[in-house]
C-alpha cells in the first residue's frame, strides 16, 4: 500500500491518460464524425430546398430551352438514310443549278463526319458549276438561304470574259456542308 501511495500521483496521470486516450478521444472523434454527416445532410436539404422553391423558375427555362431546341432543330435534317440524302440533296442542287442556267461540270460527295459535341453529322459536297456571273451570284445567296442550312465551307471563283459594264462569265466551285441530327443516319 506504501508503494500505492507513494506513486499516487503518477498513477493518477496515468488514469487521465487513458482515460483521455480510451474514453475521452472517441468519443470526440465519434462526435466530429457525426457532425461531419450531419452537415453533409443540412447541405442537401438546403439544395433540395432551394431547388424547390426555385422549382417554377428552373421549369420556366426549361420550357425556354425546349422552345430555343426545337426552334433550332428546324435549322438542321431530320435524320434519314445517309444514302437517300445524298440523292435528295443532289438532285435539288442540279435542279437548282438547272433552273438558273448553270452547267454542271462536277459533283462529289467526301466523307461524313460526326460531330458527337452536337449530335450532328456533317456532309459535305464539292460541287464545280459555271454560268454567267450574275446568276453564279444568285445561286451563292440562294444557298446561304437555305433551310434546313447549307454552309459553304469553301469557295472558289474563276472570273472570265470581263468587259467594260459586263461581269462575263464565272467558273465556280464550292464545298457545301449540310447538317443532320444523329438518329438512325447510318
Given at each position: 500500500?506504501?508503494?500505492?501511495?507513494?506513486?499516487?500521483?503518477?498513477?493518477?496521470?496515468?488514469?487521465?491518460?487513458?482515460?483521455?486516450?480510451?474514453?475521452?478521444?472517441?468519443?470526440?472523434?465519434?462526435?466530429?464524425?457525426?457532425?461531419?454527416?450531419?452537415?453533409?445532410?443540412?447541405?442537401?436539404?438546403?439544395?433540395?430546398?432551394?431547388?424547390?422553391?426555385?422549382?417554377?423558375s428552373i421549369e420556366e427555362l426549361d420550357n425556354d430551352l425546349n422552345k430555343?431546341?426545337?426552334?433550332?432543330?428546324?435549322?438542321?435534317?431530320?435524320?434519314?438514310?445517309?444514302?437517300?440524302?445524298?440523292?435528295?440533296?443532289?438532285?435539288?442542287?442540279?435542279?437548282?443549278?438547272?433552273?438558273?442556267?448553270?452547267?454542271?461540270?462536277?459533283?462529289g460527295w467526301k466523307n461524313n463526319q460526326n460531330l458527337d459535341n452536337a449530335?450532328?453529322?456533317?456532309?459535305?459536297?464539292?460541287?464545280?458549276?459555271?454560268?454567267?456571273?450574275?446568276q453564279v451570284i444568285e445561286y451563292l445567296l440562294s444557298v446561304s438561304s437555305?433551310?434546313?442550312?447549307?454552309?459553304?465551307?469553301?469557295?472558289?471563283?474563276?472570273?472570265?470574259?470581263?468587259?467594260?459594264?459586263?461581269?462575263?462569265?464565272?467558273?465556280?466551285?464550292?464545298?457545301?456542308?449540310?447538317?443532320?441530327?444523329?438518329?438512325?443516319?447510318?
Amino acid at each position: 500500500m506504501n508503494d500505492i501511495k507513494k506513486h499516487a500521483l503518477a498513477l493518477f496521470i496515468i488514469a487521465i491518460l487513458l482515460y483521455f486516450k480510451f474514453i475521452l478521444v472517441p468519443v470526440l472523434e465519434w462526435q466530429d464524425t457525426k457532425l461531419l454527416k450531419l452537415a453533409l445532410l443540412e447541405r442537401k436539404i438546403n439544395r433540395v430546398e432551394q431547388l424547390l422553391t426555385n422549382q417554377m423558375s428552373i421549369e420556366e427555362l426549361d420550357n425556354d430551352l425546349n422552345k430555343h431546341l426545337n426552334r433550332l432543330n428546324h435549322n438542321f435534317f431530320q435524320p434519314q438514310p445517309i444514302e437517300e440524302f445524298k440523292l435528295q440533296q443532289q438532285k435539288l442542287i442540279e435542279e437548282e443549278l438547272a433552273s438558273l442556267g448553270l452547267n454542271v461540270n462536277s459533283i462529289g460527295w467526301k466523307n461524313n463526319q460526326n460531330l458527337d459535341n452536337a449530335s450532328l453529322t456533317q456532309f459535305q459536297v464539292d460541287i464545280g458549276f459555271s454560268g454567267k456571273s450574275e446568276q453564279v451570284i444568285e445561286y451563292l445567296l440562294s444557298v446561304s438561304s437555305h433551310v434546313p442550312i447549307s454552309e459553304v465551307m469553301v469557295m472558289n471563283l474563276s472570273f472570265q470574259r470581263q468587259q467594260m459594264g459586263q461581269l462575263g462569265s464565272l467558273r465556280a466551285r464550292i464545298r457545301l456542308a449540310y447538317y443532320m441530327q444523329v438518329g438512325m443516319a447510318q
